[in-house]
């Protein structure tokens, strides 16, 4: 971390007071770190809806599907294989007897994995799918 800058804030009480409630129960050991985590989530979602072309990012897709629905593991498969320079990684776990839960990692162009997650999300009998977007890192230091 560079060198560290304090500034100021005001804040209607009431608004404090949630805060301090929220980051009391999410462990937070002080107001700093909380705001410092806020001000990075904002960071990043910037960051995937402005990412300029070719620029690197991170994200992590996991999907909840029923595997006896016909074609649908090879389907999601194929998929994967012809994204195979942005899906870094794919851990498969049997939930219960009929459905199994895929959790992809994925770097590369945001709207590229943005479109591989769509095109994942889309496949009949894929009953929820979301996208973490996350970053490399680089840009927060």
């Known amino acids: 971390m560079g060198d560290l ?3 100021g804030m005001s804040l209607d ?8 409630k929220l980051i009391k129960k999410q462990g937070y050991t002080n107001r700093s770190e909380a ?4 001000i990075r989530d904002r960071l990043i979602e910037d960051e995937w809806s402005t990412r300029q072309k070719g620029k690197t990012t991170m994200g992590v897709f996991s999907i909840v599907y029923n595997h006896h629905q ?7 498969t194929d998929l994967q294989h012809h994204y ?3 899906i870094l990684s794919t851990t498969h776990i ?4 009929d459905h199994c839960l895929e959790v992809i990692i994925l770097r590369g162009d945001s709207r590229r ?6 095109a994942l999300k889309s496949v009949k009998g894929v009953k929820h ?4 977007t996350t970053t490399t890192g680089a840009d927060l230091e």
């Not at 009480?13 to 805060?19: D, G, Y």
């Not at 016909?70 to 999601?76: A, D, V």
């Not at 994995?113 to 769509?118: G, N």
């Open 84 to 86: 195979v320079q942005e």
């Open 35 to 38: 705001i410092r985590d806020l």
């Open 113 to 118: 994995i943005r479109t591989i997650s769509q």
């Open 13 to 20: 009480e009431a608004l404090l007071e949630r805060f301090d």
């Open 94 to 97: 049997h939930i219960d007897h």
């Open 70 to 76: 016909r074609n649908l593991s090879e389907k999601l």
């Open 129 to 132: 799918g979301k996208l973490i």
């Open 5 to 7: 800058t304090r500034f």
